[in-house]
């Protein structure tokens, strides 16, 4: 897929994104908004940028491979690959409906195009990534493997040991990136389960650690061609973002993490997407 390097182009790809969010959990009414809105310029920078792979050939052999372990930001999800190319964006109106490929967490028998992990349980998807990384190393492949996380998932323990995993075997095709918006379902992560130092927790295990601006096309950009290059070992990408950033209504309010907009919503929420860009 042809890659866009105009910063202004992504943003405009990226405010499309949250609006075809906003959309879809308002039809749907229920989903995940918060954190959906939170990853749209990621997930932007990953589809449009970053990843090395081909829409209209979606299960090409020398596709880089996405990891989505935080399920539930879903409709980001579908939006991105819609957006690229991998169906037709109307069909984001279907979110959650019986019968829809597009479900609340994605799912591989559902026949959506650009699925790697049907996805639900959280910490299970760092140990999905890990074995594919290894596959990869083991087959001498170039492609790399790119996974999603939740800073709240870090809290299951099933993350330490794939990281640990990782670092033992030197796997210099896997990339994790960490949505660090400190908020979760019930709460602020310090509340909950406290998970920090994250960056001393990370290179204790042999992990190399970066960070960037979640919002920052350009630092995201300039952070993932980093991590690619690196000749050694794991790297995570611990992400700066804001839950349910472009609204600043509801930005940070962790009760945003599990609730649509309602249909009156939409509008209003539209024109502050729009203000905000």
């Excluded at 995940?32 to 299960?59: M, R, V």
């Excluded at 372990?69 to 069909?91: Q, W």
């Excluded at 389960?193 to 960070?211: H, N, T, Y």
Aim: aromatic letters at 6%; proline letters at 4%.
């Amino acid at each position: 897929m042809p890659v866009i390097n105009n910063i202004q182009e992504l943003k405009k790809i990226s405010l499309e994104i949250r609006k075809d969010v906003v959309r879809s959990l308002a039809e749907a009414g229920s989903g995940h908004l918060g954190g959906s809105l939170g990853l749209a310029d990621i997930f932007t920078c990953l589809y449009f940028n970053i990843l090395n792979h081909k829409p209209d050939n979606p299960d090409w052999k020398n596709r880089d491979r996405l990891i989505l372990s935080i399920g539930h930001v879903a409709p980001v999800f579908y939006a991105a690959l819609a957006h690229s190319g991998y169906f037709n964006p109307k069909e984001l109106m279907t979110l959650r409906r019986l019968g829809s490929r597009l479900q609340g967490h994605p799912g591989k028998e559902h026949g959506l195009p650009g699925i790697e992990l049907s996805a639900g349980s959280l910490g299970q998807g760092l140990s999905v990534a890990v074995g594919l990384a290894l596959a990869g190393k083991m087959d001498k492949k170039s492609w790399n493997v790119f996974s999603i996380h939740g800073d709240g998932e870090l809290q299951e323990g099933s993350i330490w040991e794939a990281v640990m995993s990782a670092s033992h075997h030197q796997l210099n095709n896997l990339v994790a990136l960490i949505d660090r918006n400190c908020v979760q379902i019930d709460g602020k992560n310090s509340d909950v389960m406290e998970i920090e130092p994250l960056k001393d927790k990370f290179q204790s295990f042999g992990w190399e650690v970066m960070a960037c601006n979640g919002h920052d096309h350009k630092d995201i950009i300039a952070t993932y061609q980093k991590a690619i290059n690196r000749k050694k070992g794991p790297v995570v990408i611990i992400a700066k973002t804001h839950m349910g950033k472009g609204i600043k209504s509801i930005e940070d309010d962790y009760h945003w993490h599990g609730k649509p907009p309602k249909p009156e919503q939409v509008n209003a929420f539209i024109k502050e997407l729009e203000q905000n860009q």
